[in-house]
């Protein structure tokens, strides 16, 4: 079985029951880092993750978005405990040589049809 490195970055309490919850998980190499051991560029190079979860309430995520620029396939994830949801962001990005491509790639990123027209998000 395939394992994926997973760095958990903080020391908070929510990121150690986080911790805790996806040891359960034999699919993930969990590493954590405290978010006061220093260049975190620097340990992410070295560890090469998957994955980086983070405490939104701890770590403001453009801290580590200059992360997603050395590791595109880098997925970023904020977790929010009061309000149970989780951010996700990713290093994916598209080529655009004119206006139009770019009004595809907005059309290509935005809800269906049938759910905007109904006022709701999918999902």
């Not at 150690?16 to 190079?45: K, P």
């Not at 309000?83 to 598209?94: A, P």
């Amino acid at each position: 079985m395939r394992t994926h490195r997973v760095l958990l970055y903080g020391g908070s309490l929510f990121i150690l029951s986080i911790e805790a919850i996806l040891r359960q998980n034999s699919a993930l190499e969990l590493v954590r880092v405290d978010s006061v051991t220093g260049d975190l560029s620097a340990r992410f190079r070295q560890l090469q993750p998957a994955a980086i979860v983070f405490d939104q309430a701890a770590t403001p995520a453009e801290s580590l978005l200059p992360l997603l620029l050395e590791q595109p396939s880098l997925v970023l994830m904020g977790v929010n405990a009061d309000s149970h949801r989780v951010f996700v962001l990713t290093g994916q990005s598209s080529t655009t040589a004119d206006a139009r491509d770019l009004s595809l790639l907005v059309n290509a990123h935005l809800p269906s049809s049938r759910a905007s027209d109904q006022g709701q998000l999918p999902g």
